[in-house]
């Protein structure tokens, strides 16, 4: 949001509860630029395809800004161990995109580990004792490997 140039878009989406997905109902949105309403679709769309289109409509600046935040065009310059950890029920940050990190990092040096316990990075309640146990098994030994090239 602070990218967009007008101060009267990021206000206006500033005060918007984004986790909803529908329209403001007071119709603030109708006052927003064109790049304001596809910050805004971005924001409330949980749809990937959606939100595929709504990056592409972004301005130039948010574009660039998101480019220079990705760590994927410098992983394969690391020359250390990389370890991810990304959950599948991530609402935030798709676990396609751990899966590309991984893809593109030197094999030999990553460790890549997926769970369904959490949201996000928040612990989240599971009835499936199995898939619980499993996914702390997961976490307990990504956690290990880690915590050995701290000895």
């Not at 029920?89 to 396609?96: L, Q, R, S, T, V």
């Amino acid at each position: 949001m602070d990218a967009l140039p007008a101060e009267s878009d990021r206000l206006i989406l500033e005060s918007l509860d984004l986790g909803q997905s529908q329209l403001a109902p007071n119709g603030r949105l109708v006052y927003l630029s064109p790049e304001a309403r596809q910050v805004h679709a971005l924001l409330t769309n949980p749809d990937p395809d959606d939100a595929v289109r709504a990056v592409d409509g972004l301005p130039n600046p948010s574009l660039e800004r998101l480019r220079r935040l990705s760590p994927l065009p410098a992983i394969g310059e690391l020359r250390t161990r990389v370890f991810l950890m990304h959950d599948r029920g991530d609402g935030y940050i798709p676990y396609e995109h751990s899966r590309r990190l991984a893809a593109a990092a030197d094999p030999g040096r990553t460790v890549h580990t997926e769970f369904a316990i959490f949201q996000h990075v928040v612990p989240a309640g599971t009835s499936d004792l199995a898939l619980f146990l499993g996914d702390l098994a997961r976490l307990f030994w990504h956690l290990y490997r880690l915590l050995l090239l701290a000895l």
